[in-house]
């Protein structure tokens, strides 16, 4: 039997409607850039970094713990709650999230409704008019414009997420930073007190000295001096504790104040382990970097938008209602209206608007792409730099203690000549001011190697509990 070509045109054409409905997306599918090749190249050969096969980070939600100081344990957990930076990033990440949303309902049809009532007056007399209708309208993805939309709405938020989660993290590392910063004063006030009260035993025994007739006045003069010089830095590490400790209630969302500082006076926070032996694939989690990558797959996505520009607008429309001089007549038929129909639009000229707009989408993903290997590369170079200090710094610390150990026995002998009458106050003094200096250096040092532990927290995104022991044989201790 031969069919009819109505017949045909319309068994062809059904799945053609099928296929213009169902859509295609325009654009570039997404592909993660590489990073710069001679990054990996060079980094792939330095002692410290080791190949991403078979490593996979689990991120550290509580990397603060390994430093034992329970006041960050009281205090993290407040951040999330108070802190008005993270409070700002999670409002910024709320509004990505309703930026996707909005994206994502043009994938469904638009449906309204328009009630009228006019009075309108004329020689013949005067007309009321009723009207109510309902109306719908769709436009098919058929060329993929919202499913880019969609798609970049989507890589937004992820990026806005991950921002998240920087400032989440960099507030948690500058409270970290602050507390080990006031840990480190606690200490150096001990050490201080404790040349204090040392100085006062001295000028004790000068001025009985003194007034036996064994020493000069001189010697009084100089111990008196000692005494006051040290009471002095004693006070300037006052303000300088305040500060920090000012600064530590902001980041917890308070009014600078007195805080509870639990723990015995010169308390120092334990130095973690720190890897000499870490994986590049561990940067790939920095949120930072999550976030910039997710930038560059957004910025593909607008491309693909920009390229449907070129193609026809497919609009799916129906209408229908009533309309009559009085509301009873509503329901009779020839009162009721109704259209239904397809909409065809294509713009065939727009003064290379089209094509401008291409352009700044393709311009905007090499931007995103080149900071995100920019970024890459600053993460490589800031490990780098927190291994390199820390390894200095531990070697420091390990002199630092050996001149500590010596100066504390050179005072001894010296102290005890002068009591013997053997040596002027100035050499008591000398030997008091050295070994006094390299204490307040020793704890210097520790300061600083608390702190270049966590800026290395802060390049690598969290922890670095990750690795086995096979991994990290040689720590810094």
Not at 270 to 294: K, N, Y
Not at 311 to 323: A, C, E, I, R, V
Not at 371 to 399: C, H, I, M
Request: hydrophobic fraction near 45%.
């Amino acid at each position: 039997m031969t069919k009819s070509f109505s017949t045909v045109r319309c068994q062809l054409g059904v799945p053609l409607l099928a296929m213009l409905l169902a859509g295609c997306a325009m654009g570039p599918d997404y592909v993660r850039p590489d990073t710069p090749g001679q990054t990996q190249a060079a980094f792939g050969q330095l002692d410290g970094w080791t190949p991403a096969a078979g490593l996979v980070r689990e991120v550290e939600t509580d990397w603060w713990k390994a430093f034992g100081d329970g006041r960050l344990d009281v205090w993290m957990p407040e951040i999330e709650l108070s802190n008005q930076t993270l409070a700002q990033a999670v409002a910024r990440a709320r509004q990505s999230a309703a930026l996707a949303a909005a994206a994502q309902a043009d994938f469904y049809p638009q449906v309204g409704s328009n009630a009228s009532l006019t009075r309108q007056g004329t020689a013949s007399g005067v007309n009321n008019q009723f009207g109510l209708s309902a109306n719908a309208s769709w436009l098919p993805d058929i060329w993929g414009r919202v499913s880019r939309q969609v798609e970049a709405g989507r890589a937004d938020l992820d990026a806005s997420q991950a921002d998240l989660a920087a400032v989440k993290l960099a507030m948690q590392l500058q409270l970290a930073q602050q507390v080990f910063g006031v840990r480190v004063l606690d200490a150096q006030k001990v050490v201080l007190e404790g040349a204090v009260q040392a100085y006062l035993r001295s000028l004790q025994l000068t001025q009985n000295q003194y007034e036996a007739g064994l020493v000069a006045r001189s010697d009084v003069v100089q111990a008196q001096t000692q005494l006051k010089v040290a009471r002095v830095q004693l006070s300037e590490l006052e303000w300088q504790r305040a500060q920090m400790e000012h600064a530590v209630s902001v980041l917890l969302g308070r009014t600078p104040g007195a805080l509870d500082w639990a723990g015995q006076p010169g308390f120092m926070p334990s130095l973690a382990p720190v890897p000499t032996l870490v994986p590049s694939i561990w940067l790939a989690s920095r949120p930072d970097i999550v976030a910039a990558e997710r930038r560059v797959a957004a910025a593909n996505a607008r491309i693909g938008v920009a390229q449907t520009a070129w193609f026809p607008d497919l609009t799916l429309g129906g209408s229908g209602g009533w309309q009559g001089s009085r509301a009873s007549q509503w329901l009779s038929a020839p009162y009721r209206i109704w259209s239904l129909g397809p909409a065809l639009a294509l713009t065939l000229f727009d003064g290379g608007k089209r094509s401008a707009a291409l352009e700044q989408a393709e311009a905007q993903y090499d931007e995103t792409v080149a900071a995100y290997r920019q970024k890459v590369l600053d993460a490589f170079r800031e490990v780098e730099d927190a291994l390199a200090v820390l390894r200095v710094l531990e070697t420091e610390a390990g002199q630092q203690a050996q001149v500590v150990a010596l100066a504390e026995e050179g005072e001894r002998l010296v102290y005890n000549r002068y009591q013997s009458g053997m040596v002027s106050f100035l050499e008591v003094t000398v030997a008091q001011n050295t070994t006094l200096a390299a204490q307040r250096t020793m704890l210097d040092l520790e300061g600083r190697r608390l702190d270049a532990a966590v800026k290395l927290l802060a390049a690598l995104g969290g922890g670095w509990q990750g690795l086995d022991d096979a991994q990290s044989d040689r720590v810094t201790q």
